[in-house]
């Protein structure tokens, strides 16, 4: 029901800052709980941050609050993961996920739609 693109991943140094972008197709983003969450070779899922439907309640894994803001504009059909101070054990594979169902779960069992993912690279 819904296509989720990610971008603005790439190559960054400790300390920078990258600005990553999901935009949905298919479907009303208001509809939807969206989420970030990264995912290296080998290892399980890593929940990142969520956003409710509205935008008003936000929750972040415990690695990345303070550093990281996750933010949406449902006129724009878009989800924005603005990640400032960054550091190298935040380098992976982040994706993008919409839930119909649930509202603000860290949960990767939660969302039923996902990104491509877009690739984050953070040198020391």
């Known amino acids: 029901q819904v296509q989720l693109v990610e971008s603005g991943g790439g190559l960054v140094q400790a300390g920078g800052s990258l600005r990553l972008s999901c935009v949905a197709s298919?479907?009303?983003?208001?509809?939807?709980?969206m989420a970030w969450f990264r995912q290296a070779p080998g290892k399980e899922r890593e929940f990142v941050a969520c956003?409710?439907?509205?935008?008003?309640?936000?929750y972040y894994a415990d690695s990345v609050k303070g550093r990281f803001t996750i933010s949406r504009d449902n006129a724009k059909n878009t989800v924005y993961l603005q990640m400032n101070s960054l550091k190298p054990d935040d380098t992976t594979v982040y994706y993008c996920?919409?839930?119909?169902?649930?509202?603000?779960?860290?949960?990767?069992?939660?969302?039923?739609?996902w990104g491509q993912g877009t690739q984050v690279t953070v040198s020391s």
């Open positions: 996920a919409a839930g119909r169902y649930s509202s603000a779960s860290s949960r990767s069992g939660d969302y039923d739609y």
């Open positions: 298919g479907g009303t983003l208001s509809s939807y709980s």
């Open positions: 956003i409710s439907r509205s935008g008003g309640t936000t």
